[in-house]
């Protein structure tokens, strides 16, 4: 790992920990040259899996234009960034027990509906607006009131409620 500073090609690790998830590790590196302390993080990455679109269309896998669907979906919305990157990895886990090469976007759609309609139930019915193509006002209230049917709370409310109860102790 070159070094951000002095661009010296060798650094060691001095500390390596592991992310509540398991998803990633945050690596303190040292300069061996400058003896300049950086950190690095290593995740997995997915490789070789085709996307197959709806009109028969192959095309790799991005990370980058999944990341920007659930931004747009999560405009506005209140998250951090850590919440964020664990939503990511929890689709791409999904994405990786497949187990296969080739992945239909139907398929990673639905991947990506199910983990939001856990994280965000607006996004949830954002993506799923667009990614369902909701062709009229009937087809967008049948879907919020199966939402509304399963029962479960928004992320934001749950997290309203532990806090509240900690204040009253």
Do not use: W
């Given at each position: 790992?070159?070094?951000?500073?002095?661009?010296?090609?060798?650094?060691?690790?001095?500390d390596?920990?592991?992310?509540?998830?398991?998803?990633s590790?945050?690596?303190?590196?040292?300069?061996?040259?400058?003896?300049?302390?950086?950190?690095?993080?290593?995740?997995?990455?997915?490789?070789?899996?085709t996307?197959?679109?709806?009109?028969?269309?192959?095309e790799a896998?991005?990370r980058?234009?999944?990341?920007?669907?659930?931004?747009?979906?999560?405009?506005?919305r209140s998250?951090t960034?850590g919440?964020?990157?664990?939503?990511?990895?929890e689709?791409?886990?999904d994405?990786?027990?497949?187990?296969?090469?080739?992945?239909?976007?139907?398929?990673?759609?639905e991947?990506?509906?199910?983990?939001l309609?856990?994280f965000?139930k607006?996004?949830y019915?954002?993506?799923?607006?667009?990614y369902?193509s909701?062709?009229?006002?009937k087809?967008?209230?049948?879907?919020?009131?199966?939402l509304?049917?399963s029962?479960r709370?928004?992320?934001t409310?749950?997290?309203?409620k532990v806090?509240?109860?900690?204040k009253k102790?």
């Amino acid at each position: 790992m070159h070094c951000p500073v002095c661009n010296h090609a060798d650094s060691r690790v001095v500390d390596s920990r592991l992310s509540p998830g398991g998803t990633s590790i945050r690596r303190r590196r040292e300069c061996d040259d400058c003896e300049y302390r950086f950190s690095t993080l290593e995740e997995v990455e997915l490789l070789n899996i085709t996307v197959v679109k709806r009109d028969g269309r192959r095309e790799a896998f991005s990370r980058e234009k999944m990341e920007r669907g659930l931004r747009k979906a999560l405009e506005k919305r209140s998250y951090t960034d850590g919440e964020f990157h664990n939503l990511l990895h929890e689709i791409e886990r999904d994405i990786q027990r497949k187990k296969t090469n080739e992945l239909r976007t139907s398929a990673l759609g639905e991947i990506v509906m199910e983990r939001l309609k856990h994280f965000d139930k607006v996004a949830y019915i954002r993506f799923a607006s667009v990614y369902r193509s909701f062709e009229d006002v009937k087809t967008f209230q049948a879907e919020l009131e199966g939402l509304l049917r399963s029962g479960r709370g928004n992320r934001t409310k749950r997290k309203n409620k532990v806090s509240l109860s900690k204040k009253k102790r």
